[in-house]
């Protein structure tokens, strides 16, 4: 089989750099998307994703005349589906997005083809969502095509990086399905292949983002107890991880992105009666921003106006994506408190409820008339905030999630500082 067109459905932060790699490593690819922002751009040349290398490798590929976009699927040998998995309002999984793909693409393929599911789903989404749509067009997913899972390992910032050289998990539905996979990966993946079942590579996938979050939560409870005993946990946690086998990860102020906050809820949905820990872990994580405003209040201070510092989930990038701040916006509107939205890189900020919230890349600005400041993203540009950086602002309060801001100048000048994971200093 030449397996030399492939057909990417969803062009995100997965999906597109994953079409233009593919593109400049000599494949024929057609990116299909739904959002015609990101088609308009694409087709004007432009990339949609901010990512510096992310950038120049779609430049490159939609200069190759290799890669080419569109509302909807065509035929092609190879299809890979790379489309959101979310949760719904009461964290229940919705493969619906990837559902609706499958009978997209389904009219496109033939006997012999092979299509790849790399969205990060719950146990089972390759054979029963997507083996059964393809089914219902009357394939045999076993013996007519071939049927993988491959899930995507990405961390912002290094994109490229991270889809190239990272472990590749292979899950075929069968050891042929994964073996042809295998060989479309190796065409532009250096990193190792690992191949398995399709579950097991759900699974996986799965397992490593749980496992984040169960350690982050573990790191904002130790964060809440040197809170209570008056101590610093980062310099209880310098000493811990002296340890050999200790890595304590370090308290915020909740955690973001598409991975590590939504993929515990698809164990947790499907297996209810053995995921307690998970669900405490995800309690503890999507509450820490209401912690923090918490302590704000607990400083007696009349609070009518907050400055929230970074809207990303992750410092230096774009992305707002179930972000932190979010929590803390729900929290402060319960309050009745206003708001600004400060963040040198996050130009548009979407709530989940479909809301576009104001946000502004002058700090000056976002500080006129706020009585408090919580800083919420580790961006370098709140690295060492100071009292001059913060002049502009009408009150004294500073809540550092992130422990950045020059605690002893601030408080030397009179502001009340509460870093999270130490006790509250004040002037």
Known sequence: MSDNKIVVIGLGYVGLPTAALMANAGFDVHGVDINPDTLDALNAGRCPIGEPEVVQLVSDALASGRFKVSSEPEAGDVFIICVPTPVTDDKKADVSIVRAATRALAKHVKKGDLVILESTSPIGTTELTVGQELAAQGFDIRQDIDLCYCPERVFPGSTISEIVENDRIIG???????????????????????????????????????????????????????????????????????????????????????????????????????????????????????????????????????????????????????????????????????????????????????????????????????????????????????????????????????????????????FTVIPVGAPRMDA
């Open 172 to 414: 075929g539905l069968t050891p042929r399905a994964a073996e042809r996979a295998s060989a479309i990966y190796a065409r532009f993946c250096t990193g190792p292949q690992l191949r398995t079942t399709s579950a097991t590579a759900e699974f996986s996938k799965l397992m490593e983002n749980t496992y984040r979050d169960v350690n982050i939560a573990l790191a904002n409870v130790f964060g809440h107890i040197a809170e209570a005993a008056g101590i610093d946990v980062n310099n209880v946690i310098a000493l811990a991880n002296r340890h050999p086998r200790v890595n304590v990860h370090t308290p915020g102020p909740g955690v973001g992105g598409h991975c590590i906050p939504v993929d515990p809820w698809f164990l947790i949905d499907g297996f209810p009666d053995d995921t307690e820990l998970l669900l405490q872990s995800r309690k503890i994580n999507d509450n820490q921003a209401l912690r923090i405003w918490g302590r704000v209040k607990e400083t007696g201070a009349s609070v009518r106006k907050v400055a929230i510092l970074g809207a990303a989930y992750r410092g230096d990038l774009d992305d707002a994506r179930d972000t932190p701040a979010e929590h803390l916006i729900h929290a402060l509107e319960a309050d009745g408190v206003g708001y600004t939205v400060h963040d040198p890189h996050v130009s548009k900020f979407r709530l989940h409820d479909g809301r576009d919230i104001p946000i502004s890349a002058d700090l000056s600005k976002t500080l006129e008339g706020a009585d408090a400041v919580i800083i919420m993203t580790d961006h370098s540009d709140y690295r060492g905030l100071g009292p001059q950086a913060l002049a502009a602002m009408s009150g004294t309060i500073v809540a550092d999630g992130r422990n950045l801001a020059d605690r002893v100048a601030l408080v030397a000048a009179g």
